[in-house]
């Protein structure tokens, strides 16, 4: 996944008035503008690197002369203490772009760190690792970016990309066709919730159901989704679904939700904590 500069500079230039707002009232007050310095970005952490590129376009919106030195790429692991990103320039555009830009570079260098490990106890078994829509508001498409560089795989980018029929929308569907002015009560399968989505969307479209037991397994995948989603199923359950699966000769994937199912050998596992409950990487900026 490249990101797409249009889309990010608008989320970087709101972070930096954010932090900035009408100017940075220390750096005026005791930095000669004329003033350079070099510095080091350093990471405390061992991490997967991911960020990098965000920043710099961060630096040359404040002041595009300063001249940023990654020393490597995003997806790249880095160990503790070592050296990031190079910078020589103006002193004052440094500092007021310091916050900033180490921001960015800690939370989604977590997240990638975050994501590698999970990928790397799952390749094993050839199961593959994606996130969710657990993200923080408006920052979802740079999380995923993130996800991607750890080496996970982009689950639908929200509500308008795939379908996903969950629990409630199952449960509101069914409530309705029970309802009193219905008069003819009439339990609706998923195996036609399935039918019914696919023929009100664009052809291509992918189609996923969520289910939570063998039962409804069994319902819905006749429907032939693209992806059934196993929900909160036992590992036993889940190795049920697979064999139900071969035997009917339904290419659905399979999906999981959470870390403990590698060993299944289920296709996906989403993990939502990858994006939702992530621990920033400690990094620091050093005038040297």
Known sequence: MKLEKHRVLPIIRAALKEDIGPGDVTTIALVDKLATSKASIVTNNDCVACGLEIAEWAMGIIDYSV????????????????????????????????????NFIAFLSGIATKTRQYVDKAKPYGVK??????????????EKYAVVTGGGINHRMGLYDQVLIKDNHIGALRSEAEHPRRGQIKKISLMEMVEVARRKNIKGTVIEIEVSSVEEF??????????????????????????????????????????DYAKTKVDNISIGSITSSVKSIDLSLEIV
């Not at 923080?136 to 740079?142: D, E, G, I, M």
């Not at 139900?244 to 659905?252: D, G, N, Q, V």
């Open 67 to 102: 001249r940023f030195k990654p020393n490597c790429n995003d997806g790249t692991f880095v160990g503790a203490g070592k050296e990031l990103v190079f910078l020589d320039g103006h002193t004052g555009s440094i500092l007021r772009t310091e916050r900033t830009m180490l």
């Open 129 to 142: 690792i994606l996130d969710t829509r657990k993200t923080l508001p408006l920052l979802r498409y740079l």
């Open 218 to 259: 069994n319902d819905a995948i006749t429907g032939k989704p693209d992806i059934i989603m196993l929900d909160n199923m036992s590992p036993s359950e889940v190795r049920s679904c697979m064999e139900i699966r071969r035997l009917s000769k339904i290419k659905a994937i399979l999906e999981v939700s959470g870390e």
